[in-house]
């Protein structure tokens, strides 16, 4: 019986929650955002990333502060920070070999970390591909590009399980990034099928960089209450990151390094 109860009680909680993000929370930028275009979406990192709380009346700032101060968002920028500065350590450590890094991030919306990060080292012999099935991300990623005057980034339709479009990607990538993009996947086969698909169209030395959602603490909650860009459900997943460095091998990789990010929600790996 306490068991049911606690259900009941949990189930209360979730469906409280929908409906407050449903009713005051449109008052928050953010959360407004969110149950347009998707709480998963490259608009809504982008906020998450900004950091800066807006909304209708008092109410409506605080709101937003309120969600942009959960562990789930101080997670996603702490993951940020820890990918810009591996990428840019990769980028360099390549440019001192002889090589010319050629950056491709499979599912990259605006790809934000990225046009910071190029942005930052200014230099024209790194190259960034940047795709996406999301035309709207891709389109805010060259507007971003072009207000740092970077003409080294290009951004195109691509899906990053179409093995033969992956594979026909010229020049060759150097350096493969996967952010953000194995946690909204639920199908471990899929993960898995689409790191050897990498792995089959990396450069010979080059570097596969990849994120793994290993510690979230409110996926029911989110699962209850908040929508994906698809307006389903946001349904995601932790997965220990020895399962996630497995793959990583069997796919073909011959070693994978990985760092956890602040508040332990996110690891980033690196796999050569």
């Known amino acids: 019986m306490e068991h049911t109860a606690n259900l009941v009680v949990f189930d209360w909680y979730y469906k409280m929650a929908g409906l407050a993000m449903r009713t005051i929370g449109r008052t928050s930028d953010s959360i407004r955002l969110g149950l347009t275009r998707g709480f998963d979406s490259g608009e809504m990192m982008d906020r998450i990333y900004n950091n800066r709380a807006s909304g209708r009346y008092g109410i409506g700032w605080l709101a937003d502060r309120y969600y942009l101060d959960q562990i789930g968002c101080k997670g996603l920028r702490g993951r940020k920070e820890i990918l810009k500065r591996e990428l840019r350590k990769t980028i360099q450590t390549q440019l001192r070999d002889g090589r010319q890094p050629v950056i491709l991030d499979v599912a990259a919306g605006p790809a934000t970390y990225l046009v910071e990060t190029l942005a930052e080292l200014r230099n024209p012999n790194v190259v960034a591909i940047c795709r996406d099935l999301d035309e709207n991300g891709l389109r805010r990623g ?9 003409d080294n980034v290009r951004y195109e339709i691509g899906n990053a399980l179409d093995e033969a479009s992956v594979l026909a990607i010229r ?3 150097t350096i493969i990034i996967a952010s953000g993009f194995y946690e909204l996947i639920n199908h471990d086969s899929i993960i898995q099928r689409q790191m050897r698909i990498n792995r089959k169209a990396l450069a010979p030395g080059g570097m596969f960089i990849f994120t793994t959602q290993v510690n979230h603490p409110q996926l029911k909650l989110i699962a209850k209450a908040l929508n994906n860009r698809e307006g389903k459900p946001w349904i995601m997943r932790n997965r220990p990151v020895g399962e996630t460095e497995r ?11 990985s760092m956890v990010a602040p508040h332990g929600l996110y690891t980033i790996s690196i796999a050569r």
């Open 142 to 150: 060259r507007t971003l590009a072009q207000s740092h005057q970077l």
């Open 171 to 173: 020049p060759q990538p």
């Open 247 to 257: 793959w990583a091998v069997l796919a073909g990789f011959a070693s994978v390094r």
